[in-house]
């Protein structure tokens, strides 16, 4: 494929859909916005605006351990900015969404891809093109927008934490930082893999719909789900889609919870398993990712076939 | 050089019932302006979306050489074409629109298309929701005019737009693009704008050609003769394929120099006889002879 084709098609999608660029922004500049407003740390520690720290003595205990204890500051320091990205994965969810609905349905109804088909662009780069914006192109750029907004964030927090009980916590691991980014960067890719089947299939319903794609694309699962329900008295198709849609944020679960009776210790496992969670490489290993991959190839050379022989416009 | 179309049994149905194209043979050489033209629902943009690839047919249809069915894809290299006033996205800047083209198609000349577009108001950082109608066919074809194509489609490519846009459009195309070697292929109900253009003819109707023929080859097969309405029983007794009644002259159009048809001498002992204009002949051809001009565009 070329190149310059594919960088220009690309292109061509952010001039169309100018949120596909600033919905990350306007995410980060919110968190980071937060950051400065904000008076609480890792949830449970008060950072009073005259520096006041009020911690009681088990936290108080917590943060003495963590500032002798490198290796688990430096997870704590991970986790704490790899949770920064969730909000934006979940903000750039939604408008791909709608992204990919609107991608082969408003090219009908304004009747553009009469200008489009009078290009030497096949109707698989084209299809190729919103599929590549949705599943790595805006990943790629929330990657990008969060890696900045968290040096901002840490930046923030780190001065507030200045001359504090808590400022070893405030330390940069620059080591850490870079592995951290990495493994986003694979999540990145794993993501794409794991939700390519629920593109693919709003793909199609952008394709296929002839008004309100929004509907096609909602309306026959709530219908099976119902069905189901009403005939069988079971949930397995609910089951199965919530396990796609939720199934890689699940993957990601980095809240670190305290209750009352948690000691220190089990609060370290606590840092060390959401540390774990960090990646999810693992999920390659899930034949249920593979088996939405194959789907979603097949699903691809469909919405191909009907953008090339629907006969419309 | 081939043809640069060349269609034979080409047919196109719609649903059970509608046959949109019965059969077309017809070829079209390179470095021919050919009007395609036709009544409403006579197939003539069904045609054009066959030879564009853009809609399945059967029978044998080749452009440059190529099946658009099966080889569109290398097929837009050589054709373009504007399918109507109006389908650039509202949303595309004008710049964007030259960075794109440039971008996929590898015989853009941006220079060329920016030469074009400075002629005209079309400011580069408008949108094309922005922009006038006569304004977006502009930009469209200072788009296409700066690709080195061997044929260029146009679907009825000035509806909607003012005599000024229109006589501009025709005038461009003429005078900085056509050059002997590209092919182009209109479709238009405004036949009196493209007359004096064309080299050739293709009339359609119901889904099969009823003309083919160059223009200079119209004065052999066609003659009008005007005349009074003392003569009008005996040009009626010539077989006129059509006639009309014009503030109390009568016009007939004549099928000449074919065996038992009148010369153009004969019909000249009764009144004037010239070549009928190309929508003169469609008005004749389409109506087969029933005298109302109306369904004429």
Known sequence: ?313 | MGAVIHARGVRKRYGRSTLALDGLDFDVAAGRIVGLMGPNGAGKTTALKSILGLTPFEGELQVLGRDPRTERDSLMKDVCFIADVAVLPKWLRVDHALDYVAGVHPKFDRQRADDVLKRTDIKRKSKVGELSKGMITQLHLALIMAIDAKLLVLDEPTLGLDLLYRRGFYETLLNDYFDHERTILVTTHQVEEVENLLTDVLFISHGKIVLDSTVDALPSRYAQLVTASEHVATARALRPIYEREVFGRYAFVFEIGKGGAPTVDELAAWGDVRTPSIADLFVALMNGGRGNAEVAA
Do not use: C
């Not at chain 1, 006041?52 to 003595?57: E, T, V």
């Not at chain 1, 504090?164 to 794409?192: C, E, I, K, R, S």
């Not at chain 1, 919530?242 to 990601?252: K, Q, T």
């Open chain 1, 1 to 313: 494929m070329n190149l310059k084709v594919m960088k220009t098609l690309l292109w061509r999608e952010t001039w169309e859909h100018r949120g596909l660029i600033w919905a990350p922004v306007i995410t980060a500049a919110v968190i980071v916005l937060t950051a400065l407003l904000s008076t609480s740390f890792t949830g449970s520690v008060q950072i009073d605006i005259d520096g006041q720290i009020d911690i009681d003595g088990k936290e108080r205990e917590l943060f003495a351990s963590l500032a002798a204890d490198l290796s688990h500051q430096r997870q704590l320091f991970a986790v704490w900015l790899g949770a920064l990205v969730i909000p934006q994965m979940i903000v750039a969810m939604i408008v791909l969404v709608f992204y990919v609905l609107d991608s082969l349905y408003n090219e009908r109804k304004d009747r553009s891809i009469l200008f489009w088909k009078s290009m030497p662009v096949s109707d698989a780069q084209t299809v190729g093109s919103k599929l590549a914006t949705a599943l790595l192109l805006v990943p790629l750029w929330v990657w990008l927008v969060s890696m900045l907004a968290s040096l901002v964030v840490f930046v923030i927090v780190s001065v507030k934490l200045g001359g504090t009980p808590l400022a070893p916590l405030a330390t940069f691991h620059a080591g850490t930082w870079l592995a951290l980014q990495l493994t986003m960067l694979q999540n990145v890719l794993v993501a794409a893999l794991w939700y390519a089947p629920i593109a693919v299939y709003l793909l199609l319903t952008s394709v296929y719909a002839k008004r309100s794609p929004f509907l096609w694309a909602v309306l026959p699962p709530v219908l099976l789900v119902i069905f189901e329900e009403v005939a069988f008295n079971t949930s397995m198709i609910a089951g199965f889609i919530a396990n796609r849609l939720f199934g890689f944020i699940r993957e990601l679960d980095l809240h670190i919870s305290s209750e009352d009776g948690d000691t220190s210790a089990s609060l370290m496992r606590e840092i060390a398993r959401s540390y774990e969670q960090l990646g999810t490489l693992d999920m390659l290993a899930k034949p249920d990712l593979w088996f939405g991959v194959a789907v979603a190839a097949i699903g691809f050379f469909a919405v191909v076939r009907l953008r090339r022989w629907r006969d419309d416009a």
